[in-house]
T-cell receptor, first 115, second 111 residues
């Protein structure tokens, strides 16, 4: 079974440029998460989807970040414009449902560097 | 709000040494507790979990027991190997299915 797929793995851009990250969750997983992970820190939730609905986006900086999950499968996270402080690893995860004991499966992440 | 506090690293041990990584949590209700591991260059993967008080999660020689009275979920392994070198994250999932992660503990095992 394929795991969570993310692309690109690495991205280097100049500040004020736009950038987009793509995530394909495990087949059948209706819950999808985007996390931000700074160096030496644990993941911090940006947004959670149940199917195509964003059920928790309280930590998403909506002035520059946006996300979508068309048809409840793949998801895209966008930053426009990027700032120096956005340099981090962006993680996508998926799980079968919203029971608290459900395991989250993580992708390898996209490492973003903003110059 | 809910949170997880775990032992700061880095931790360096010799092969076959005993490992303990402390984790305590703050939560309302009855969260599920997890340990995730991140090997160099890879994504996080579940190591073990416990979904109710007094449950013991175990995998690959690692164990952790859900202690409600001390709000703890300490990770232990009796004899570490070089291949256990990684970053370990304690996490909880609350009633709203929100996940909270600790800051991670880096473990290096030397031969």
């Amino acid at each position: 079974e394929a795991g969570v797929v993310q692309s690109p793995r690495y991205k280097i851009i100049e500040k004020k440029q736009p950038v987009a990250f793509w995530c394909n969750p495990i087949s059948g997983h209706n819950t999808l998460y985007w996390y931000l992970q700074n160096l030496g820190q644990g993941p911090e939730l940006l947004i959670r989807y149940e199917n195509e609905e964003a059920v928790d986006d309280s930590q998403l900086p909506k002035d520059r970040f946006s996300a979508e999950r068309l048809k409840g499968v793949d998801s895209t996270l966008k930053i426009q414009p990027a700032e120096l402080g956005d340099s981090a690893v962006y993680l996508c995860a998926s799980s079968l449902g919203s029971w608290t004991g459900n395991e989250q499966f993580f992708g390898p992440g996209t490492r973003l560097t903003v110059l | 709000g809910d949170s997880v506090t775990q032992m700061e690293g880095p931790v360096t041990l010799s092969e076959e040494a005993f490992l303990t990584i402390n984790c305590t949590y703050t939560a309302t209700g009855y969260p599920s507790l997890f340990w995730y591991v991140q090997y160099p260059g890879e994504g996080l993967q579940l190591l073990l979990k416990a979904t109710k008080a007094d449950d013991k999660g175990s995998n690959k020689g690692f164990e952790a027991t859900y202690r409600k009275e001390t709000t703890s979920f300490h990770l232990e392994k009796g004899s570490v190997q070089v291949s256990d070198s990684a970053v370990y994250f304690c996490a909880l999932s609350d009633l709203g299915n929100q996940f909270y992660f600790g800051t991670g503990t880096s473990l290096t095992v030397i031969p």
